[in-house]
């Protein structure tokens, strides 16, 4: 191990340091602050979900209300220091990161042990830039309103992102011109046969083109984290395709880990860790997400792991055998495109699929199990509590 695990001070915390506050930067966060002393860097002050693009691009009040939330509403941060930032460099020897914070300022932190959660960029939806409340909310209702005035959309990639969007979008706007390009003759690859052949079957019926076997070029990265309209060109030669709005879902995910060294890194520039999700190599170092090299389908953002990182980390610093593994089903599972004016259809890692009434889902699913249970309480409004250089 290039560091070492080593007991704090009687009667000191440790300092676990997290990078990232996502959906699984904020569970793991609030989890560890009953045992530790938590540092977290997001460079967003609210969790800005990458779920349910669909629906955020038609639902929005809706979404709004169940995947963009201020931090400082999670009961479970109340003991974590939040700081708006991102981290620039880290060394792993001296335990240090090197941050910059949304004002321009820089800060270094000392941590104990780091926690690696610092997520892709995908499409226009997912990135690491270093944005205010007030530019989040402008952001958002530009994307709203681009997609209200295109009548034609073409959504690219077959994953559960393109369909939720291509879906959701013609239900929404059954009169605009929805079209869905993928580079599989199949849709969402990695599910079960079941699953892909229920949602082909839906988005048709929707009224939905679907184009498989379509592998769009794409000329930069910088074409397809913008909503714009434009021609579709393919790599096979098929005929192009001119569209008033492109939505680029075609998975080309940027794994965040510019401030890491390199040998943490996959060839793809993901974090290598084993299946206790400790990062190979570095006793003191976990990562988990969507930018842990965990599996092939990267699933540790979902599957319950940050209890495993949790309980591992929390082992490692008691100097116990890290006592949980990270098992990855072999299929992705869970919603495909995401609550709907009938309810919700979850869909299982063998391809069963359950329908959940709306009323269940509105009334239980989300305030009493997500919110309530998973996330351990989410307060209806709260001062932002977020700071630079507390």
Not at 75 to 95: F, Q, Y
């Amino acid at each position: 191990m290039k560091d070492a695990p080593a007991s704090p001070a009687s009667g000191a915390l440790p300092t676990v340091l997290v990078l990232g506050m996502g959906d699984t930067g904020i569970l793991t966060a609030g989890r560890l602050s009953r045992h530790c002393r938590v540092i977290a860097v997001t460079t967003k002050p609210l969790l800005v979900s990458g779920q349910e693009l669909g629906l955020r691009l038609t639902g929005h009040a809706q979404w709004r209300r169940d995947y963009l939330t201020s931090l400082d509403r999670y009961r479970r941060l109340s003991r974590v220091e939040i700081i708006h930032g991102k981290a620039i460099r880290v060394d792993p020897v001296a335990r240090t990161a090197a941050l910059e914070l949304a004002g321009g300022e820089h800060r270094s932190l000392h941590w104990d042990y780091l926690v690696i959660a610092s997520g892709v960029s995908n499409g226009f939806w997912r990135d690491d830039r270093l944005e205010t409340h007030q530019l989040i909310e402008s952001r958002l209702n530009a994307q709203i309103e681009a997609v209200t005035a295109a009548s034609s959309v073409a959504v690219v990639g077959g994953g559960p992102s393109g369909v939720s969007a291509a879906y959701n979008l013609k239900r929404a706007y059954p009169n605009k011109e929805i079209t869905l390009f993928f580079s599989a003759h199949e849709l969402l690859p990695g599910y079960p046969k079941n699953t892909q052949h229920h949602h082909q079957k839906l988005l048709a019926r929707q009224g939905v083109v679907l184009h498989g076997g379509h592998r769009a070029i794409v000329s930069s990265d910088a074409v397809t984290s913008r909503l714009q309209g434009g021609r579709l060109e393919f790599e096979a030669g098929q005929p192009s395709f001119q569209a008033e709005l492109i939505i680029w879902a075609a998975g080309r995910l940027k794994p965040h880990t510019d401030f890491l060294p390199k040998d943490m890194l996959d060839a793809a520039g993901f974090v290598r860790t084993d299946a206790h999700l400790n990062v190979e190599g570095y006793a003191r170092i976990f990562a988990i997400g969507d930018v842990a090299a965990t599996d092939p389908l990267r699933c540790s953002a979902r599957n319950w792991a940050y209890k495993v990182l949790c309980r591992n980390l929390r082992a490692r610093v008691t100097e116990r055998p890290m006592p949980a593994r990270f098992n990855p089903p072999s299929h992705r599972w869970g919603s495909i495109v995401g609550p709907q004016p009938t309810g919700l259809r979850l869909h299982g890692p063998t391809g069963k699929s359950h329908a959940l009434p709306r009323w269940l889902v509105h009334w239980l699913l989300y305030p009493l199990v997500v919110r309530g249970f998973i996330y351990g309480g989410v307060r209806s409004s709260r001062k932002m509590l977020v700071t630079q250089d507390s």
